[in-house]
């Protein structure tokens, strides 16, 4: 079985939880809606496409970087004239001086995660040829979010497997602390019968409609170095898929 090795890393990422009034959060990872619209886009989807053969794909995530949560206020409808201002939520205009809106958005500033992408053979080979020459240009769930690094690495027999041999894109820990364990996040149970850790509703269905899956955690020591960040980071993954080929 073939799949995707992919990395997702931005000075800024956003994966939408269900909005709250005008607060807007984000899930710690990669959520499973976010990585099927991101594929999609790349493929040159519309927002309303079905997508139901990405809906076989599977993803495991290794969090790098789990990142800092920041928070963005925007306003929105604000010195504009009672028309086109924001309206009412049953669509009436908004009283004179009422009309600016303020939300709150939430972002993991840099983090940094490798995903393992499974699937049907077709599929994989269509995901992997737009990710590497995508239509639209990516973003990691905002547009004011662009990838710092390329997302599509390589395709792999075991992109699960390879997961635990593929630099880290992280920092090296000082000489007199002790190597840190490394998150996994699972959308299927890692060990047989093991039983899930939470619920994520980030499942897409028809009509921009979300449902919910099961999600295992797992943090673990593996072999794969600590590449350190920016062009060193870089250096050594070029080296890892050269010397994989």
């Known amino acids: 079985m073939t799949g995707i090795l992919a990395h997702l890393s931005a000075p800024w990422q956003s994966f939408g939880l269900q909005a ?14 976010a990585l099927i619209g991101l594929i999609a886009s790349a493929m040159g989807r519309s927002s309303h496409h ?4 990405l809906q076989h794909l599977g993803f495991t995530i290794r969090i790098d970087r789990a990142g800092e949560r920041e928070v963005d206020f925007h306003t929105i409808g604000g010195g504009l004239p009672a028309h086109l201002a924001v309206p009412k939520a049953e669509g009436g205009p908004r009283d004179e001086g009422t009309s600016t809106m303020v939300t709150e958005r939430a972002y993991r500033a840099s983090a940094a995660f490798t995903l393992a992408i499974t699937g049907p053979a077709d599929t994989i080979a269509h995901a992997a040829h737009a990710l590497a020459n995508p239509v639209y240009g990516p973003y990691l769930g905002r547009r004011s979010c662009p990838p710092d690094v390329p997302i599509f690495l390589t395709t792999n027999p075991d992109p699960v497997a390879a997961l635990d041999h593929i630099p880290l894109h992280r920092p090296a820990p000082a000489p007199w602390d002790e190597r840190q364990g490394v998150g996994f996040v699972y959308d299927s149970a890692p060990e047989p019968g093991a039983r899930p ?4 509703r980030d499942q897409p269905m028809p009509g921009r409609h979300f449902t919910d899956r099961d999600v295992w955690y797992r943090t673990r020591h593996i072999p794969a170095p600590d590449a350190g960040l920016g062009t060193t980071y870089l250096t ?10």
């Open 50 to 53: 079905p997508n139901s053969d």
């Open 20 to 33: 709250e009034h005008n607060i807007h959060p984000t899930e710690k990872h990669p959520t499973r809606g």
């Open 197 to 200: 850790d939470r619920q994520l």
């Open 236 to 245: 050594a993954l070029t080296d890892y898929l050269e010397n994989a080929r």
